[in-house]
């Protein structure tokens, strides 16, 4: 366990981080622009359940593994991509062609896709084995214990920073969706086109971007 002094600044540096919107913070908004509140809610849970993922990955030194390999970070990487951009033309497709679905979504089964569409967003993004790899190592202290401990530690309480912050923007994503909405079809529909185009846009991103 990290001392208290280090863990502190952890978490100032973290909430920092977090708080700075990037691509899991634009993909939350545009889910719940689409969606509604409780619809960003469940893809922050599954965002930062991808989080999580990534946290024993890098305990258990697989996220050093697809990082130091060339062929597996493409791999990752294009896969991550690829599954951006479907969800980008299955939203423009499937709901800009049928306005009377442009609704929140709802369901359990429909909350649980979102759910398990985020967890796959977040376990294809590389980038996010980068990072843990960068910043995570840094409070780490030998004489404190086990590092894969402490990393552990590190990154689940940065999934929790994150579930509050990005949460946040669910909220403010799922307010603004709800007037788009209230607006009428017409925006309703210009919003479908967004969302998709946000995926797309998000996908392409992650396919020029390297390691650095």
């Known amino acids: 366990m990290p001392d208290a002094s280090t863990y502190a600044l952890f978490v100032a540096a973290a909430l920092a981080l977090l708080l700075v919107p990037g691509p899991a913070v ?10 509604g ?15 999580l993922l990534h946290v024993v990955f890098a305990a258990a030194g697989l996220s050093a593994i697809v990082v130091s390999s060339a062929a597996a970070f493409s791999v990752v990487k294009w896969l991550g991509a690829a599954y951006l951009v479907w969800l980008g033309i299955r939203q423009i497709v499937g709901r800009g062609g049928n306005h009377k679905e442009a609704t929140p979504s709802g369901g359990e089964e429909s909350r649980f896709r979102v759910f398990s569409q985020s967890v796959l967003v977040q376990v294809l993004n590389p980038k996010v084995a980068l990072f843990f790899l960068a910043f995570l190592p840094q409070f780490v202290d030998p004489s404190r214990g086990a590092a894969w401990t402490q990393i552990v530690i590190l990154g689940a309480t940065l999934a929790l920073l994150g579930m509050f912050t990005d949460g946040l923007y669910a909220l403010l994503g799922g307010t603004a969706g709800g007037w788009i909405r209230s607006k009428g079809l017409g925006l309703r529909r210009a919003g479908s086109y967004v969302t998709g185009g946000i995926y797309i846009a998000l996908g392409a991103v992650a396919a020029v971007s390297g390691k650095d």
């Open 26 to 35: 634009i993909y939350v908004v545009a889910r719940s622009v689409e969606g």
């Open 37 to 51: 509140r409780l619809t960003g809610l469940v893809s922050v849970l599954g965002v930062e359940i991808g989080t």
